[in-house]
């Protein structure tokens, strides 16, 4: 009888520290925020130490403080991909200037916007005068490159058929600086980033915007984080979290 008790103590005993070791294993793996983004200045960007920064960095890792989260993990995706990305579960969030628009609401849980954007056409500023509205873009067919999947993508197709579409916003406006293409089309976010005096595309510019348009972060479908992230945004506007972040990174907030 001894034996038996000592056998059945064992087992739970076993048990117990599988169930332990499982436990331990959930809870790290929930105190880790997965999120995929892009190189795309102002949002999300390398500093001079090769760690990610920008509004978008600093905003989901003062959200993931708190939620209480110990670690936000940044992986850079392909923009085309996100939303299998979101589904398969390699990534939690997608939080990358991401405009909210219909297709987007249809594949992924959307957060609340909290920042505004436009489309703009980014070319020589030489060539600025000779193309300085919409129409006078499309009557010269120009070729002009684009984020694969990106807002400015389906804009760009209502202004020209030479269409190159790249990885990544950033490959689209080196195109335009390396006069590969025309013109590109990219968030005003960056354009207004990477144009400015002394960067490295300030002999580019853009007088014309397509759209209006938000941003927001995009989660799996029927995620609980949205509403959290929902919440934990409107405590860091009340904060002045996200007016800081504004002045810094020169981003519109959303109303």
């Known amino acids: 009888m001894k034996k038996i008790l000592a056998l059945v103590l064992a087992a739970a005993a ?8 499982s436990a331990g294993k959930d809870e790290k793996k929930e105190s880790k925020l997965v999120v995929g983004i892009t190189d795309y200045e102002p949002m999300d960007f390398k500093d001079e130490n090769g760690d990610w920064t920008g509004f978008d960095a600093e905003l989901v890792e003062a959200v993931a403080e708190k939620l209480g989260y110990t670690d936000v993990e940044f992986v ?7 939303f299998f990305e979101l589904e398969s579960g390699s990534i939690d969030v997608v939080w990358n200037g991401m405009t909210i ?3 987007v609401k249809k594949n992924c849980d959307v957060s609340k916007a909290y920042a505004t954007n436009s489309q703009v056409v980014v070319m020589s ?3 600025l005068a ?3 509205d919409a129409e006078s873009i ?3 067919n120009l070729t002009i490159a684009v984020e694969k999947g990106s807002a400015g993508e389906d804009e760009a197709k209502k202004l020209t058929s ?3 579409s790249l990885t990544a916003q950033s490959d689209a406006i080196k195109d335009v600086k390396g006069k590969a293409s025309d ?3 990219i968030d005003s976010t960056m354009a207004n980033s990477l144009t400015a005096d002394g960067k490295s595309f300030d002999d580019l510019g853009y007088t014309v915007a397509l759209t209006t348009e938000e941003y927001g972060a995009g989660f799996k479908k029927g995620s609980e984080l949205t509403e959290k992230v929902n919440t934990a945004l409107d405590e860091l506007k009340k904060d002045g979290t996200l007016q800081k972040l504004s002045e810094k990174y020169g981003v519109n907030l959303a109303d």
């Open 162 to 164: 030479n269409i190159v």
């Open 183 to 185: 013109a590109c089309v």
């Open 125 to 127: 500023k030489d060539a």
């Open 14 to 21: 076993i048990l117990a520290i599988f169930a332990g070791c």
């Open 76 to 82: 850079e995706i392909n923009w085309d991909k996100r």
């Open 138 to 140: 499309k009557a010269a």
């Open 130 to 132: 000779k193309y300085p």
């Open 101 to 103: 628009t219909d297709e």
